[in-house]
Each structure stands twice: as structure tokens, then as C-alpha cells.
């Protein structure tokens, strides 16, 4: 008896922990409202449901017992069942309240899920606009249909356990007799499960009803796009009427198993369901067929082009595309080769520096100890040089690596190793003479122009597991050549240990019973956990998506992480729908950074909110950034408090805001196929675009690059982020693709794309990928690089609208043999039919646009170098019809001829290097 009463007061006290480190953690944040909100509306969903599934199904078993027939009566099949009435006659109470208990559970348990539903039902604010069908506020579909289907669903479940439960007492009772010749029911059994039918058929009535409404966000297969959602003509013609129809016919139908509670007999209701059945397989599933086979297939585009502009119309509104320019760009230039040089150092801050890249540099210049570490990914911000000039700069924070502490064991994992310490930055544009970042933030303790910050990194997207600050054990600040700091925790983040309550409670709770007798913790010992900046705001705001890349800012005097929020729905009439996780995928995302949405699949998407972590304090912050946006209007309502307007936010968080790159992610796939306008370009797919694979990374979406640049119609540089398109099953160039991603630019958010002619031949990123690696002098020098196994690896490739054309920019990083990190050796320009591959980027630009010979075009094509032995100049030869073959095999998207002409010019290069070392050994010998 004591031991179970001990196990029964631990399994309560381990729910209890659970429970209250939840409700100290929001305090700490200061979010306790979050925290009350959620759990008293789970508990009242839990409550209020698990009670009426309790009682609908309890008084439908008290009914079906009360209207048992007397024991004389019943016949030899109900009297052969009087042994399970016997077994169960004394615990008929506790059997009833088993049951009903259990169900309860069940349902409060399932329903307590719908919180969020109910939230935006009962806060619901009216989105303005109207959905071209039924002419309801969009609001109807975002937050009253799933609250109306959630409150059927549960109907159609009360009452089919109700009928289960009713069906079995009375067949237990004798009310219902399954093999006795006669009579299968009595009377009373048949009026009482003839009500609970006639509640079934009403409730499919109210279904008929919603599904109306429901086609409007449908999905659907359509020829046009992928996950077509609304209506189309079937739908509208057919289906529509089809719904009211059966509306109809449920009602009548209902109405009949109501009227048995009179008649005491199944004969009409029975034919009632049957004719409800045959109709809704005649016109609810063959009318629809016929008139999809018969009107619709012979002149599929006519009879469609209303509801493709209905959805063309909703799916951009939705994705915040609508306000998008595309422009016709010819890709070609006929600017002299002066003129395209002095456009080159104004259009663009060409950013030398890929992110993706140099982190193993940062970690190897700048790491100090092994026990920090930088991201795999770093970031790009923008701050101000001394003279006052905007700057790309790559950033990352030297985070804790509790991997690399020297000696591992519990005190030094959870109380001396407990922070990174400062920011590391690199000009984006520039590079030191070694090929190594031109760091304008680095060392420890922190040297720059960064000013002075509060350096210490407590909150960081590496930073997993808990630690215990503020108490007696010294934590290790930094070390340098003087030897160890040790540092104390002086801020008011995490939740106090002083308590033995909250110590047993954390025991539990991270099921390590040192927190509980530890002299390590002491008066002010306080508990860090939920340290990454995605958990944090993901806690503080349950009803948001989170970007996946948050990135550091020295905001005054502290670093802040800077978190992108959208709100999200899945129920926008006529928007097409798309899937958050595959859609934000690209070369650079990994499971920890690449969006993880609650909701999937979404067709509403805005970035409602900017969200602020201070790095030292754990301080959430969080600033309505969207402010029409009716979704986030509606959660403001449902938590106020807890969203700042957007006029708190200060100048300095404001410069280094930036638009987010999933939002952007999301967009660029809808605008491969809703940059088109007309419904019949877009039936046909005929300008259809893809996102091109990044050619470093085969079988990976090219990322969206950020780059400060002067569109074609600008009259300066913008902080941009960009990207590029290729026509559908092509490695051309299909358009191009900035949005302006300043905050402080009156033209935020503005998507403008160059569209090229459908008949270009300006090659796409792929292409000039291959152009460089087929190039005989490149793959020269390459081999050069490559020698002591050395190792190549390519930055980003840049594109840039110039004077008409495309200028593209790759750097070139080459990792020694000697040395575990990348330094940028070279740099790749193309532009036209030009290549250089020079040591620096003023220099290739030099040899690109150099004036010599100029015609005027800007599209000479650069020769091969001559040779006097005529062997090297056969070889010479090969490789350049090698190269012909491959770039007319890839014009024609013919792969296999393209894959032999690659292997032809492999050999045809190595033949040329052959022939030349010979031609050489020749002439000494001479």
C-alpha cells in the first residue's frame, strides 16, 4: 500500500513539475499572459466538450435502459444474454460512469487541441475583402468554416457513439432481437434510435451546406498548376447545385426517422436514406463526370478562364504578389565596353564574400578556443563604414560548443561553459591580400567599429542545453594570454533556484537529480533553457510561424537576434495552396534552419511580425510589423499585450531589418507560374519559369542572394534580395528577380522582375557554370590551384542586370592543403560571351569590358591563346569544337549529347596540355 501510494504521488509530482517549470519560464519572460490564455482555454475546450460528449452518450444509454422491455417478454435469444445482465446489474452506476468518463476524456482531450480554432472564431476580425463565389468576408473561410467543421465533426462523433452505445443496451435488454423470427425492435427501440438517426441525417444536412462553402477552398488537380484550390466550371455548375440538392433531400429525409417516433415503424425513413444515398451518388459523383466529360473537356480553357481569373486574382492577394512588376528585358546590350565598365562599379556592391563559404575561415581566424564555434551559414547585414557609407558585411557569432570543452563533466557543461562571447564581421565586398575576410569585427575581447556592446552571447541559435548562472560556481568569461576571466550572470533571465521547490521540480523535469543537492547552486543560482532564438519566440507566440534564419545585430549597445514571424492560414478561397518546408528548401538550408511551419500547407502568408532576442538577457520582443493584416489583428485580440506597434520600433533595430527569406522563397514559386496575368497564357503554361538548381549544389534550388543593388529604373543602390528564373525545361535565362529589402526604403517589399524574350540564349546560371569549368584557359589555371591537393570550392553566383545585359560574378575560394579553411584566390566574370578569371574583381571587370577592339556590342568573344607548335593548335582545336558542341547541345536541352561533348572536351584538354608540355620540351631541346 505505501509503495503504491509513493508511485502514485510521484507519477503526480512528475506531472505537477511539468506543469510549474512551464508557468516559472513564462514568467521569467514575462509572457505569464501567453501561458494563462492557452492553458484556460485548452481547459475550458477540454471542459465544456469532454461534459456534452459525457452526457449526450450517458443519457442515451439512461434512455436505451429506461425503455428496456420487461423480462417476460424477452425471447430465447435476449434470454441467453442474462448472464452478462447479471454480471453487470450491481455496477450499472459505475459502468455508466466508466463510460461516459471515458468518452469525455477522449473528446475534451481532442478538443482541447482546437484551441487556436476557437481563439480566431470568438476574435475574428473581418478581412475587408470578399470571395468572388458567395460574396462572404474572407474571414468566413479563415476563422468561422474550421470553427463550424470542428463543432460538426464532433456532432457527427457524439452521435454516432450515442447510437453505438443505445444500440448496444437495447440489444442487451432485449430491445432489439438480431436472429428471433418477428419483430427486430420494439417500438421504443425503434423511435429512440430513429431520433438518434434523424440527428445523423440533419447533421449530414449541415455538411451538404458547408461543403457549398468548402469548394471555394478546395484543392484540386488541374492542368493549369499544381495545387489548384477553388472552384472551377464542374465545380460551380455541377457540384454547387449537386450540394444544395442533397441539402435538401437530407432535410426531408431527417424529418422521416423524426416522424418514427409517431409511426414506430423504418419503412419510409429507410427509403428516405436510400433515395439520399442513390443521390448522392447520381448527383453528387455521375452529373459532376458528365458535365466534366461532355462541357467541360471539349473547350476545357473557355469554360475555365473565369475561375483561373478568380484564382490568379486570389492567389497573389493572398502571397502578398499582387503589387509585382514585370518588365521586359532584352538581356543583351549594346553599350560600349567603357560605358559597361563604369556602370559596373555604380550598379552593384558585388559581395566577394559567400556566407555559405568562409564560416570555416571565421572559425579557424577567429574561433580563440575550441570551445566556441561560429554557424555553418553566416549572415548578411548592412552597417555604416567611418566615413559614413552603407556596408554588406558577413556576421556571426561566437557561440558556446560545449563539444569542445577540454575536460567534460556536469559543472563545467552547465556552469563555467555557459557563454559565447562577441560578434565577428567581414566587409562583403573586400578581401585581404591572403584571400582571407577583411574582418571589421573580431577578437575577444571584441575589437572593431562595432563600438562598445554587451559581447556576451547567452541566447544563441547553437546554443541547445541549460545552464546555471548567478550563483557560487565562476563561469569562464574569455580567455586570452593574461590567462582565465571568470564572469558572474548579472542579468534577470531564467528562473531562480533558491527555491527547493523549483530545484525538485527541474530535477524531474531535465531528469538530473544534481540540481536538487548541488552546492554548485546557491542564493541567486538561476536556470537558462529554451536558448535559441526560434524556441524562444516560438513559446512566447504559439500562433506564429518562425523564419528559419534569425541573425545577430549589434542594436545599441547589445546584440539582438533579429526573428522574421508570419501568420499563416490555409483557408483563403481560391488561393492556390503551397507547402512551407519543400517550398523554403533550397543549397542552404539544413533541418535547423530550414522553416519548419505548424501549419504546412498554407494559401495565406504575410510577415506580420519582426521579433527581437537579446543575446545576454534571453528578452523577448516582438512588433507588429504588418498592420492591416486581419490574422494578426485577430491574435492581438485574442493575446493583447503581447505584440508592440510598430512605432516602437527604434532606428537603430530599424537598420538592420530586412526582409525575410522564406517569405521571399515562398513568393519566387508562385510567381514561376502567377507572374502571368492572362488566364489563357496561363492554361496554356507557355511562360511558365522554374527555379533554376544551384550549379555548385546539383539538385538544390539556387538560394536568394542579398546584394545591394540599382535595378534598371533606380536611381541608387538598394539593399536587395535577389534571384533568377530559367524557362520551363530550360538552362537559359528566363528573368530576373529583386525585391527592395530595406526597411527604410519607400519601396519595401516591392517585387520587380526582367523578363527576357522567350527566344533568348543569355545563359542561365547552370550554363554559366559549365562555360566556366569547359573553358580551356580557366581549367588551366583551376589545375594549377589545384596542385598539393589543394581543393576548389565556388562562392555565390551573382547576377546583375547592366546596361541591358547580365553581368554574372562568382568568386572562387581554394582550400590549402595545409589548412583546414577557404581563401578567395579568384574571381569569375561573364558577361555576354566574355570570360574572366582574374585574381580580383576590378581586374576581371577590367579584362571583360576592356575597350580594346570595342564594336560597340560589349559581346566579343574572348580567343583562345595562339600557339606556333601546330600540335597545340590541333588540341586547341578539339577543345574549342568540344566547347561549340556542348553549348549547342545544351541550347537544344539535348542531355546526352551534352554529356559526351563534356566528356570530349575533358580529353580534348588534356590532350592540349599534353601537346603543350611537349611543344615546350621541344623547344628547350632546341
Known amino acids: 500500500m505505501t509503495a503504491g501510494v509513493l508511485a502514485v504521488l510521484a507519477i503526480l509530482f512528475v506531472m505537477f513539475a511539468g506543469f510549474w517549470t512551464d508557468w516559472l519560464w513564462y514568467r521569467s519572460v514575462q509572457y505569464s499572459s501567453v501561458f494563462t490564455k492557452t492553458l484556460w482555454t485548452k481547459v475550458g475546450m477540454f471542459a465544456v466538450f469532454g461534459l456534452l460528449m459525457a452526457v449526450a452518450v450517458g443519457v442515451n444509454i439512461w434512455i436505451a435502459h429506461r425503455l428496456r422491455p420487461p423480462l417476460s417478454a424477452m425471447s430465447l435469444e435476449q434470454q441467453s444474454l442474462d448472464r452478462y445482465r447479471m454480471s453487470i446489474a450491481p455496477y450499472k452506476k459505475w459502468v455508466l460512469l466508466g463510460v461516459t468518463a471515458l468518452v469525455g476524456l477522449i473528446a475534451g482531450a481532442s478538443a482541447a487541441g482546437q484551441w487556436r480554432t476557437w481563439l480566431l472564431w470568438v476574435n475574428s476580425v473581418p478581412f475587408g475583402k470578399t470571395d468572388p463565389q458567395f460574396g462572404k468576408d474572407i474571414s468566413f473561410y479563415a476563422f468561422d468554416l474550421p470553427w463550424y467543421r470542428f463543432l460538426l465533426s464532433f456532432g457527427f462523433a457524439a452521435v454516432v457513439l450515442s447510437l453505438l452505445a443505445a ?60 495545387n489548384w484550390t477553388g472552384l472551377k466550371f464542374v465545380d460551380a455548375n455541377a457540384y454547387l447545385p449537386a450540394k444544395t440538392i442533397l441539402f435538401c433531400i437530407a432535410i426531408i429525409c431527417a424529418v422521416l426517422f423524426f416522424a418514427t417516433i409517431w409511426r414506430r415503424t423504418w419503412q419510409l425513413p429507410v427509403i428516405g436514406f436510400g433515395l439520399m444515398v442513390l443521390s448522392a451518388i447520381l448527383i453528387g459523383g455521375l452529373y459532376p463526370a458528365i458535365v466534366q466529360k461532355f462541357q467541360v473537356q471539349p473547350n476545357e480553357q473557355a469554360k475555365e478562364t473565369p475561375y483561373i481569373k478568380k484564382n490568379i486574382k486570389a492567389t497573389r492577394d493572398a502571397y502578398g504578389i499582387d503589387a509585382s512588376e514585370v518588365k521586359d528585358y532584352s538581356g543583351t546590350s549594346k553599350a560600349g565596353k567603357q560605358q559597361l565598365r563604369d556602370a559596373a562599379d555604380t550598379t552593384a556592391s558585388t559581395r566577394l564574400l559567400d556566407p555559405n563559404v568562409v564560416s570555416p575561415t571565421f572559425q579557424q581566424k577567429q574561433q580563440v578556443r575550441g570551445y566556441y564555434q561560429f554557424p555553418a551559414v553566416l549572415d548578411v547585414d548592412r552597417y555604416k563604414t567611418k566615413d559614413g557609407r552603407e556596408q554588406d558585411t558577413v556576421v556571426g557569432l561566437r557561440e558556446i560548443n560545449t563539444d569542445g570543452i577540454p575536460e567534460k563533466n556536469w559543472i563545467n557543461e552547465h556552469f563555467k561553459y555557459t557563454h559565447g562571447f562577441g560578434m565577428v564581421a567581414a566587409k562583403g565586398t573586400t578581401v585581404d591580400k591572403d584571400g582571407a575576410p577583411a574582418f571589421s569585427e573580431k577578437d575577444l575581447p571584441p575589437k572593431g567599429d562595432k563600438g562598445d556592446y554587451q559581447g556576451r552571447v547567452y541566447y544563441g541559435e547553437k546554443t541547445n542545453q541549460y545552464s546555471i548562472v548567478g550563483g557560487p560556481q565562476k563561469e569562464l568569461d574569455y580567455a586570452d594570454d593574461e590567462g582565465e576571466k571568470t564572469y558572474t550572470y548579472k542579468g534577470k533571465s ?61 542594436v545599441n549597445g547589445r546584440i539582438k537576434w533579429i526573428v522574421d514571424a508570419y501568420t499563416t492560414s490555409d483557408n483563403y478561397p481560391y488561393s492556390s495552396r503551397t507547402t512551407l518546408g519543400d517550398t523554403t528548401e533550397d543549397s542552404l538550408t539544413d533541418g535547423q534552419r530550414a522553416v519548419v511551419a505548424r501549419q504546412n500547407r498554407v494559401n495565406y502568408i504575410r510577415n506580420s511580425v519582426k ?27 485574442a493575446f493583447p499585450g503581447t505584440v508592440k506597434p510598430k512605432s516602437a520600433i527604434g532606428n537603430d533595430l530599424m537598420d538592420h531589418l530586412r526582409y525575410p527569406q522564406d517569405l521571399f522563397k515562398v513568393q519566387r514559386e508562385l510567381l514561376t507560374r502567377y507572374h502571368v496575368t492572362s488566364p489563357s497564357q496561363f492554361y496554356s503554361g507557355s511562360e511558365r519559369w522554374q527555379i533554376p538548381d544551384d550549379p555548385t549544389h546539383k539538385g538544390n534550388a539556387v538560394p536568394p542572394y542579398y546584394l545591394s543593388l540599382q535595378m534598371p529604373d533606380e536611381k541608387k543602390q538598394t539593399f536587395s534580395l535577389t534571384t533568377t528564373f530559367n524557362p520551363n525545361k530550360r538552362e537559359t535565362l528566363g528573368a530576373f528577380m529583386a525585391i527592395d529589402a530595406d526597411p527604410r526604403s519607400s519601396g519595401y517589399g516591392k517585387i520587380k522582375m526582367l523578363r527576357l524574350p522567350s527566344n533568348t540564349t543569355v545563359s542561365g546560371p547552370s550554363q554559366v557554370q559549365s562555360k566556366f569549368n569547359s573553358d580551356p584557359n580557366i581549367a588551366e589555371s583551376l589545375n594549377l590551384l589545384k596542385r598539393g591537393d589543394s581543393e576548389i570550392e565556388y562562392g555565390n553566383l551573382l547576377t546583375v542586370p547592366l546596361e541591358g545585359g547580365l553581368l554574372y560574378v562568382e568568386p572562387v575560394y581554394v582550400r590549402g592543403a595545409g589548412t583546414n579553411y577557404p581563401r578567395m584566390r579568384k574571381v569569375l566574370v561573364t558577361y555576354g560571351e ?93
Open 167 to 226: 444500440a448496444l443496451v437495447h440489444y442487451l435488454y432485449g430491445g432489439l432481437r438480431l436472429t428471433t423470427p418477428g419483430a427486430r425492435a420494439t417500438a421504443q427501440a425503434t423511435g429512440h434510435l430513429s431520433v438518434l438517426l434523424g440527428f445523423f441525417v440533419a447533421l449530414k444536412a449541415v455538411a451538404y451546406w458547408l461543403d457549398r462553402y468548402g469548394l471555394a477552398v478546395k484543392s484540386g488537380d488541374f492542368k493549369a498548376t499544381d
Open 494 to 554: 531564467g528562473v531562480n533556484l533558491s527555491n527547493p521547490i523549483n530545484r525538485a521540480a527541474y530535477a524531474v523535469n531535465f531528469n538530473e537529480p544534481q540540481i536538487l543537492y548541488s552546492g554548485a547552486i546557491g542564493e541567486g543560482s538561476r536556470i537558462l533553457y529554451n536558448r535559441t532564438p526560434k524556441d524562444r519566440v516560438e513559446a512566447v507566440a504559439p500562433w506564429l510561424t518562425i523564419d528559419g534564419d534569425p541573425y545577430p545585430a549589434v
Open 611 to 637: 521579433a527581437t532576442v537579446d543575446a545576454y538577457s534571453g528578452q523577448v520582443q516582438m512588433y507588429q510589423w504588418d498592420k492591416k493584416d486581419p490574422v494578426l489583428k485577430t491574435w492581438m485580440k
Open 834 to 926: 566574355r570570360i574572366a578569371f582574374e585574381d580580383t574583381l576590378g581586374q576581371a571587370l577590367d579584362k571583360v569590358f576592356d575597350a580594346e577592339g570595342d564594336t560597340g556590342t560589349g559581346e566579343q568573344p574572348e580567343e583562345p591563346p595562339a600557339s606556333s607548335d601546330a600540335s597545340v593548335q590541333e588540341a586547341l582545336k578539339n577543345v574549342q569544337d568540344a566547347y561549340d558542341d556542348g553549348q549547342e547541345a545544351l541550347e537544344k536541352g539535348d542531355w546526352k549529347a551534352y554529356g559526351k561533348a563534356q566528356d570530349d572536351l575533358k580529353d580534348a584538354i588534356k590532350d592540349a596540355q599534353d601537346a603543350e608540355s611537349k611543344a615546350e620540351k621541344r623547344a628547350k631541346k632546341e
